[in-house]
């Protein structure tokens, strides 16, 4: 998520792609535009984070099976799922009753307008993308702490970018345009079935942004 104007579904990192070529043959999910600073604030909960990513990986999920997988309790969870319905990231999967009832992530690719914003909204926003990154930093902390419990191969495979160049404006928007069309390729894989044999669950995060001015040093 771009701190200052986010395209991308917390649980599910893609965002639409620009080129209408990238990735064809690819099931594209709805863009939905977020302006409501309740949506906002609501989503902006460390746990409702990490509830969406559960429900991304595993599919639907139980009340209590998803306490399981996030070590807290089933009445903590159905809480949780139920405020993030009420503002339409999750939807119910159908069968079941109360905390058996299977809750899925709702299939769309969530557009935070926040880069206008100001006043409540820009408040909430503010608030959201603070949430994201650190959960972000969290994912990258885990990698540090585990990577030599993975095959040499994927700790080959893992990498981090880091550069500063010089952009416009709409060159900067381009080279966003160009990360979301190459994830696209990839964005049906939150069903299982489309997943070949050996993926792992990858995190992918990207920044781009300009920097402030340097102020000349006061001796």
């Given at each position: 998520?771009?701190?200052?104007?986010?395209?991308?579904?917390?649980?599910?990192?893609?965002?639409?792609?620009?080129?209408?070529?990238?990735?064809?043959?690819?099931?594209?999910?709805?863009?939905?535009?977020?302006?409501?600073?309740?949506?906002?604030?609501?989503?902006?909960?460390p746990m409702r984070i990490a509830l969406l990513?559960?429900?991304?990986?595993?599919?639907?999920?139980?009340?209590?099976?998803?306490?399981?997988?996030?070590?807290?309790?089933?009445?903590?969870?159905?809480?949780?799922?139920?405020?993030?319905?009420?503002?339409?990231?999750?939807?119910?999967?159908?069968g079941g009753r109360g905390r058996s009832r299977?809750?899925?992530?709702?299939?769309?690719?969530?557009?935070?307008?926040?880069?206008?914003?100001?006043?409540?909204?820009?408040t909430a926003g503010e608030a959201l993308e603070?949430?994201?990154?650190?959960?972000?930093?969290?994912?990258?902390?885990?990698?540090?702490?585990?990577?030599?419990?993975?095959?040499?191969?994927?700790?080959?495979?893992?990498?981090?970018?880091?550069?500063?160049?010089?952009?416009?404006?709409?060159?900067?928007?381009?080279?966003?345009?160009?990360?979301?069309?190459?994830?696209?390729?990839?964005?049906?894989?939150?069903?299982?079935?489309?997943?070949?044999?050996?993926?792992?669950?990858?995190?992918?995060?990207?920044?781009?942004?300009?920097?402030?001015?340097?102020?000349?040093?006061?001796?």
């Open positions: 998520m771009s701190p200052a104007r986010p395209k991308a579904d917390p649980a599910k990192p893609q965002a639409d792609a620009a080129d209408p070529k990238a990735g064809e043959n690819v099931a594209r999910r709805d863009v939905r535009n977020v302006s409501d600073p309740r949506a906002m604030r609501a989503l902006a909960h990513e559960a429900l991304s990986r595993e599919g639907p999920l139980t009340a209590t099976r998803a306490a399981e997988i996030l070590n807290d309790s089933p009445g903590n969870m159905s809480w949780h799922l139920q405020t993030l319905a009420k503002y339409g990231f999750v939807e119910e999967a159908g299977p809750w899925q992530a709702v299939n769309v690719t969530y557009n935070f307008e926040t880069a206008m914003a100001e006043g409540d909204v820009a603070a949430t994201i990154h650190e959960a972000n930093n969290q994912r990258l902390r885990e990698w540090w702490a585990q990577r030599r419990s993975f095959p040499v191969k994927w700790r080959r495979a893992a990498y981090s970018s880091n550069s500063i160049t010089y952009l416009t404006a709409k060159e900067l928007e381009q080279l966003g345009e160009a990360f979301a069309g190459l994830l696209i390729q990839y964005s049906d894989r939150h069903d299982k079935s489309k997943r070949p044999a050996g993926a792992l669950p990858v995190h992918l995060v990207t920044y781009g942004h300009p920097l402030p001015t340097i102020s000349p040093r006061v001796e």
